[in-house]
């Protein structure tokens, strides 16, 4: 069984900074992508999370244009942990942050994605 456990979120003021981590435990073979994603206060549960930033197993990224230069996600393959450090944080980055990855459970099989529970992020001005 695969699992997820975000933590490092927090209630912080506006301009300050936090690091969330992502830590993956189970029976897996290899973890591909690794991703963060956002959920905004008010929206519905199962609504469609937005995305944050994504990292490949060599450690290329991307990132939503809202996040570029404040946020930077990276990686520990072998921890199998994701990171994503924001700085100079909005009030409008307040979310539930949800990680994501891209999994495989054996050798040449195919990707499957597993996601966390999320971890609160409050931002006041």
């Known amino acids: 069984q695969v699992r997820l456990v975000e933590s490092g979120g927090s209630v912080v003021q506006a301009g300050e900074s936090l690091r969330l981590s992502c830590a993956v435990s189970g029976s897996i073979f290899s973890i591909n992508d690794m991703a963060w994603y956002r959920q905004a206060p008010g929206k519905q549960p199962g609504k469609q999370r937005d995305f944050v930033a994504v990292i490949a197993r060599g450690g290329s990224t991307n990132y939503a244009d809202s996040v570029k230069g404040r946020f930077t996600i990276s990686r520990d393959n072998a921890k199998n942990t994701v990171y994503l450090q924001m700085n100079s944080l909005k009030p409008e980055d307040a979310a539930v942050y949800y990680c994501?990855?891209?999994?495989?459970?054996?050798?040449?099989?195919?990707?499957?994605?597993?996601w966390g529970q999320g971890t609160q992020v409050t931002v006041s001005s």
């Open positions: 994501n990855v891209r999994a495989q459970l054996g050798l040449g099989w195919s990707d499957t994605l597993y």
